[in-house]
């Protein structure tokens, strides 16, 4: 049984990481968010400490190791994306493995000073890439890896997931923090086309606005023609008629990828990869970072290959 510590216990993706933590037999000793509503925490950890100030969360975890010989394994990371690297470092600075939600973090030289700081270190960097535990999606990078293709895949990836005002006061509205919405609802997606299709070669935006963006990504086996929004107005007719508020699509050379089930479990299936040292570190992590960075930065770009929803 390992030691687990949560920050961000509050945050709407916590859940998952106390399932993972349970599931997987493990312990969680202390939990740290500045927000005290994390009365899920009963559901599974009602004994753990719960701090809101993170001087005494870094206390109890000090007089722990030095009272109780009671050491901390893992700090799982759920906090708003700019916070993500210094609360990696605080991990890695208590000998723990850190366990990131991503956008790991939000630029390419992020990456590189943790990397020099975990050479460092005596703990491991593990992020959360669940869509490459997502068997929809092993079955297409085998199917890919396998293929006789000449030529590029051609590919249209949407996802519409519907937020309302809150968004825009919350961090996730301010670029700054979060990094926009092609970092922080799109990157997972990033990090899957990379993984499958091969290294970029040419990342061109079309729109970038706050609430959507939409871009041309080709990399070596595919072209990829991406729209991201938080706007409810640009879901499909038939999708608001069915009352729903998220729609996500991809299209490989005409034939839907149908992987809208088997999430549920991906986050356990995470905390089991890393468990045995088999998790996603810094190098499978930045090629995503990069693609986001670039789609923050790049200019925007009238011409080329645009998504359908675009016209």
């Known amino acids: 049984m390992k030691n687990f510590a949560l920050i961000g216990a509050a945050g709407y993706i916590a859940p998952r990481h106390l ?9 969680l000793i202390a939990a740290l968010d500045k927000f005290d509503s994390v009365g899920i925490m009963d559901s599974y950890f009602p004994n753990s400490d719960f701090f809101v100030e993170f001087e005494r969360f870094d206390r109890h975890i000090e007089k722990l190791k030095r009272n109780q010989n009671i050491n901390l394994d893992y700090v799982s990371i759920c906090t708003p994306n700019y916070l993500h690297d210094s609360h990696i470092r605080m991990a890695l600075r208590r ?10 973090v939000l630029n390419p030289w992020n990456i590189d000073a943790l990397s020099a700081i975990e050479k460092e ?11 490459r535990l997502h068997e929809s999606i092993i079955q297409l990078k085998n199917k890919v890896d396998l293929a006789d293709k000449n030529g590029k895949y051609d590919i249209d990836l949407t996802y519409i997931t519907s937020r309302g005002k809150w968004y825009d006061i919350s961090w996730k509205g301010d670029e700054s923090k979060s990094g926009g919405i092609a970092t922080n609802i799109g990157v997972h997606f990033y990090d899957m086309l990379s993984w499958i299709f091969g290294n970029v070669q040419e990342n061109i935006v079309h729109l970038r606005e706050k609430n959507k963006a939409a871009g041309y990504l080709e990399f070596e086996n595919a072209r990829v023609r991406w729209f991201l929004s938080i706007d409810e107005n640009d879901l499909p007719y038939e999708v608001k ?10 299209s490989i050379d005409g034939e839907e990828l149908e992987f809208s089930k088997g999430f549920t479990e991906l986050h356990t299936e995470s905390y089991k990869k890393i468990l045995l040292n088999e998790g996603f570190g810094l190098n499978e992590v930045k090629k995503s ?7 923050r930065n790049n200019e925007i770009l009238k011409n080329g290959e645009k998504h359908p929803f675009l016209s």
């Open 95 to 104: 000998d723990a493995d850190a366990i990131c939600e991503k956008p790991i």
């Open 121 to 131: 270190s005596k703990g491991k960097i593990n992020t959360i890439l669940q869509l």
């Open 241 to 250: 008629q069915k009352q729903q508020r998220t729609f996500r699509s991809i």
């Open 19 to 27: 399932k993972a933590i349970k599931d997987t037999n493990n312990n």
């Open 289 to 295: 970072i990069e693609i986001v960075h670039s789609i």
